[in-house]
């Protein structure tokens, strides 16, 4: 039999997402790539000093962030569905990444270095494999109480882990609370140049984030140059306090500076293949990429919505999988989508991932020309940038929406906030995970079942509790708000059981079966012990209302052909067939 080659195509691309750069490169024009080129500048002079904190939050010498933004940024370029989705190293996952490796090798030692580039080549096979496999949907159980905790929590303890390098305190700890009696302990020994820098800089960045733009407004800018000026800040920053650190020579005052950084191309590297090596990484590396592709399609998703666009979450993982098998080869670490780059991209005008391009060459020059002007960078601007990105995570008032929408959720939240201040990332957000899936089985494995009845003078059935309707003793209409699986199949048997018992005359059962997607087995099993005991009680078992596919499937069973009753169309038919005395 011979196969066409039409149909391999498209049986390929049933499996395989296809590129974007396809779709947007035929309509790429001058206009678009003037647009690119002035967000690519704009995203590039903020990127440098991201690139560096985040390469030093994670345990790793500053210019591995530069390395890390560009070839991740080359291939998003060519997989990623996002327009304006700038990729490269980001806070919470840099933070996990020196979680992972804080307890397997010393920060700044080739070893450290070397399990940096696995993990990332972890996360990227790991990545692609999901994207491949369309598993998109399981980032779907990381709820938003359990991220926002985690993204509240990862920026207190970033924040904290900071001061010491901020105040200039020789302070060490494992969690929050162990870093917080450390930098008590130890704030006699507060380094006055360092900490001066440091709270400066701060207040600085601070201002640039809520004063520079109404300023700059004042003196007649457009509010919109106006706000990407004011992201610009930690650039000034950075060049003012390094002109003064060499003027001043401050380093020799005892003021701790970034030092020499090499210059010059990514290099290519090669992480560790073999299965020794990748065992104590490979939890942090599922963590890390759940996590980065979470935040990632978060933003993006939110920037494609602004402009009428649409994001691929499967195509998605594609992009990041390779991203991060890029940063793997060429002396990365894990990277993700950042949500400040994101929106300062799609702000300058970004009009398609050609702007990453451009971005990822501004980024190779400055690897190749201005690294040795960063050798007097005091490590306390770092540390202050740092603290200014995290804050703008830490979101206090979702603690008092959630307390007052749900406590359950609210309970996921706080476990996962507490768990990762406490505990640390990786157990923080496993605790919130597995505490958010017991009560989601919980909640369901406690259906609400309502009994039902008619509201006077209409075709509507409502619950007997809260509205006056018309009910009778022959008939017993419950509504199961609930798809029914096995965890909670027990508890419509036990309620009509209970009501049964109750009701002396009762002559028939209705299930009003119009919030019900899916019966599996065990509730399929259920529903047949239920309907054998109610027969020999000489009452019949009915259905309305049953959905379509669980229609097909129950049709497909043993269950209809030996139910007692009869499925009605609707709870009003079921009504008139049943209590034709009440209607």
Known sequence: MKVSSGSTVAAWRRWLPTLPVLQWGRQYNRDTLASDSVAALIVTVMLIPQSLAYAMLAGLPPEVGLYASVAP??????????????????????????????????????????????????????????????????????????????????????????????????????DFLALLRSLLAHAGQLHGLTAGVGLITLAFLFWCRSGLKPWLVRLGLAPRSADLLAKTGPVLAIALTTLLSWALGWQAQG????????????????????????????????????????????????????????????????????????????????????????????????????????????????????????????????????????????????????????????????????????????????????????????????????????????EHFRNVQRHTVQTSPRVLSLRVDESLYFANARALEDRINDEVASRPALAHVLLQCSAINDIDASALESLQAIDQRLQASGIQLHLSEVKGPVMDRLQRSRFLPGLSGRVFMSQYQAWLALAPDAA
Do not use: C
């Not at 370029?77 to 020196?98: C, E, H, I, K, N």
């Not at 501004?362 to 540390?383: E, I, K, N, R, V």
């Open 255 to 458: 003021l701790k500076v970034v030092g020499p950084v090499p210059q010059g191309l990514p290099p290519l590297t090669l992480p560790a293949f073999d299965l020794a090596s990748w065992q104590p990484l490979l939890l942090p590396a599922v963590l890390i990429s759940v996590v980065g592709f979470v935040e990632s399609v978060s933003v993006g998703q939110t920037l494609a919505a602004k402009r009428r666009q649409r994001i691929e979450p499967d195509q998605e993982l594609v992009a990041l999988g390779a991203s991060n098998l890029g940063a793997a080869f060429t002396g990365g670490l894990p990277v993700t989508g950042g949500f400040a780059r994101s929106v300062v991209n799609f702000d300058a005008g970004a009009q398609t991932p050609a702007a990453g391009i451009y971005t990822a060459g501004g980024l190779l020059l400055a690897s190749l020309f201005l690294t040795p002007a960063l050798a007097h960078l005091p490590q306390a601007t770092l540390a202050a940038t740092i603290v200014v990105a995290v804050l703008s995570l830490v979101d206090f008032g979702m603690l008092r929406d959630t307390w007052a929408w749900s406590k359950p959720d609210f309970a996921a939240l706080a476990a996962t906030l507490a768990g990762t201040l406490l505990l640390g990332v990786e157990a923080g957000l496993v605790l919130g995970v597995a505490l958010s899936l017991a009560l989601f089985l919980f909640r369901t494995s406690r259906p609400h079942i309502a009994e039902v009845g008619r509201v006077p003078g209409t």
């Open 73 to 174: 940024l080359l291939l998003y370029a060519l997989f990623g569905s996002s327009r304006v989705l700038a990729v490269g190293p980001v806070a919470v996952v840099s933070l996990m990444t020196a979680t992972a490796l804080g307890d397997l090798a010393a920060a700044g030692t080739p070893a450290y270095a070397g399990m940096a580039l696995t993990l990332a080549l972890l996360s990227g096979l790991i990545l692609l494999a999901m994207g491949l496999l369309r598993l998109g949907f399981l980032a779907h159980f990381l709820s938003h109480p359990v991220i926002s905790g985690f993204i509240t929590a990862s920026g207190l303890l970033i924040a904290a882990s900071q001061l010491k390098t901020l105040l200039g305190i020789p302070a060490q700890g494992g």
